[in-house]
């Protein structure tokens, strides 16, 4: 009988889903620049231009930012994937500031020119702290300044299918989400992970599970929230590419840019 052991998202999952699998898409790279150009136009930013990236994972696109002159801070709740981001940055010859938190408890003194939450970052707790989310990007901007929400469409929600990938290391069975319509909510994805260097199969424990639920909200469920913190101009696109399209029913992403 193989042994099964359970862990957390900061002490094994974060690496495995955000640097492992991420980075074995094909693809990728040039997804984030087309991502980071996208944002850099919607929310006119420029060299020297301050940026903070929520959730800014393993900091592939802070970095990408980064690279196009722009200050960036990075802010995610891994340690594990903070560090990672911030060895990368070394590599890569850019300057970016890592820092680990929770967003729920963001306290920023500097007050930036936008702020960014990219590949569905938002919606992970109950409405009033996704709201609180906001109200705190709204304290760290500058006047004038830009939030982008970089969002899946719910009335699009891509098709998960159960997939087996080849990481370094073994191998990670991705069950797919649920959509639990009466709630609104994309329901955790449990995975499992056969490691071959350790000859263990890892499950996630509750911790790795707990950012797993998902909130999706509706467009104006999103401009009331919005408005509701005081932002006072919310526009929408279909796509995080450019030129930029309308959001409709069938556009792949709703991508929310409000401005403070
Ligand atoms: C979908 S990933 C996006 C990562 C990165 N932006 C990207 O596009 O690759 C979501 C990230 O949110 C981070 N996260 C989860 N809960 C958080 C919290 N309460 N505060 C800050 N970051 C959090 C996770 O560690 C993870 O890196």
Redesign the pocket.
Known sequence: MVEQVERG??DFW?EV??VRH?RSLQGIEQY?KMVVEFCIEVLHLSTGSQLL??????G??SIEFAKHGIKVTG????KS?IRIAQERAKVEGVKVNFYQ????NMSFKQKFNASV?????FG??NHEENKHVLRQVYEALADGGFLLLDLMNPYNIPVFQKTWTKLEGGYLLSEPHVFDAPAGILRGRPATFIDLDSGVVVLANEDALS?KDIRMYTAPEIQSLLEGVGFIKVDLYGENSLPRTPYTAKSDRMVVVASR
Do not use: V
């Open positions: 998202w900061d974060a889903f955000r991420r984030d990236d929520i959730a800014c994972g393993a592939d696109q802010f995610d709740l891994a994937l938190g929770d967003m729920r939450l990219l590949s569905h970052s992970f707790f950012n």
